[in-house]
């Protein structure tokens, strides 16, 4: 089930008290959606085990009750500002726990996975990302729109092969073949390399290293990063469960969405693209004392 698949079952839902509709879908777990006394979204699900009770983040209450010896668990989005990550967090864990074989399995699933995203949202709640962040984000970005812009089959494995975000070595590894995104400012002939290992690799790859120019926003061809991401957002609506792992990928890169973001604006000048190989002239960490 995606995310527009789980909107269009609220917009079916009665906005009445206590009144939910069950999901029609194949999962170890029921769930319902429904609305409470004050019209605010509700998720909730229902299983004969018990969990530890999870703690409510900024935008989503989270609470557990015993009923005719059943225990519910229900989300509430309190912000309604923040729709589209409930949407997205409630279809992730819904899929997420669907892979399991029967209902204790799901609902620890199920757990584990909200826990992840109570890290994330809790890890970025009012904290904005520095400028030089944005740009380095704004590369990551950028190469992946590009990417699915000329490979939409493939949107799925592109944004899986995104790696950016989970600190790995390389940011990207597609098809055998991976990636190490750069952006500098326009002008900057020099890139920085966090560590030795990450160009010592006898797997052929490239460095992609993007220009970019600080300008105003009405600048033809300028983006901001929350222009970027909601241009991301439109052409992976019917990626199904890759869209949740994209937002899921931003908010560990530490993006929310907030209107702050607005006032940077940039335009890409140039990108250079260089194989890195055997005779690309790296330093190894065999050759370094």
């Known amino acids: 089930m995606d995310r527009q698949q789980l909107e269009q079952q609220w917009q079916r839902t009665?906005?009445?008290?206590?009144?939910?509709?069950?999901?029609?879908?194949?999962?170890?777990?029921?769930?319902?959606?429904?609305?409470?006394?004050?019209?605010?979204?509700?998720?909730?699900?229902?299983?004969?085990?018990?969990?530890?009770?999870?703690?409510?983040?900024?935008?989503?209450?989270?609470?557990?009750?015993?009923?005719?010896?059943?225990?519910?668990?229900?989300?509430?989005?309190?912000?309604?500002?923040?729709?589209?990550?409930?949407?997205?967090?409630?279809?992730?864990?819904?899929?997420?726990?669907?892979?399991?074989?029967?209902?204790?399995?799901?609902?620890?699933?199920?757990?584990?996975?909200?826990?992840?995203?109570?890290?994330?949202?809790?890890?970025?709640?009012?904290?904005?990302?520095?400028?030089?962040?944005?740009r380095g984000l704004i590369g990551e970005l950028t190469f992946l729109y590009r990417r699915i812009k000329e490979n939409p089959g493939q949107s799925h494995d592109i944004i899986t092969g995104w790696q950016g975000p989970e600190r790995e070595r390389r940011d990207f590894v597609l098809n055998d073949l991976w990636y190490e995104i750069k952006t500098v400012k326009q002008g900057v002939s020099e890139v920085k390399i966090s560590s030795l290992a990450q160009l010592d690799t006898s797997e052929a790859g490239q460095l992609v290293v993007y220009q970019l120019e600080k300008t105003t926003a009405d600048k033809p061809g300028a983006v901001t990063l929350n222009k970027l991401v909601s241009a991301l957002s439109k052409i992976i609506s019917d990626c199904g469960s890759g869209r949740e792992i994209f937002i899921r990928k931003l908010l560990q890169y530490g993006y929310e969405e907030n209107e702050e973001y607005d006032k940077n604006s940039f335009i890409v000048r140039d990108v250079c693209v260089y194989r890195v190989d055997d005779t690309f002239p790296a330093l190894r960490l065999d050759t370094v004392p």
């Open 14 to 134: 009665v906005q009445r008290k206590n009144m939910g509709t069950r999901l029609n879908i194949q999962h170890p777990l029921e769930f319902y959606t429904g609305f409470d006394d004050s019209c605010h979204m509700v998720l909730a699900t229902v299983s004969t085990h018990q969990q530890k009770k999870f703690t409510n983040t900024k935008s989503i209450a989270c609470r557990t009750f015993q009923q005719d010896g059943s225990y519910h668990y229900v989300f509430t989005l309190n912000d309604t500002a923040k729709k589209e990550i409930f949407l997205d967090v409630c279809a992730d864990i819904i899929n997420y726990s669907a892979r399991t074989n029967n209902d204790y399995q799901a609902l620890t699933a199920l757990c584990s996975r909200y826990e992840s995203w109570q890290e994330m949202l809790g890890r970025v709640r009012g904290n904005l990302l520095s400028e030089a962040a944005q």
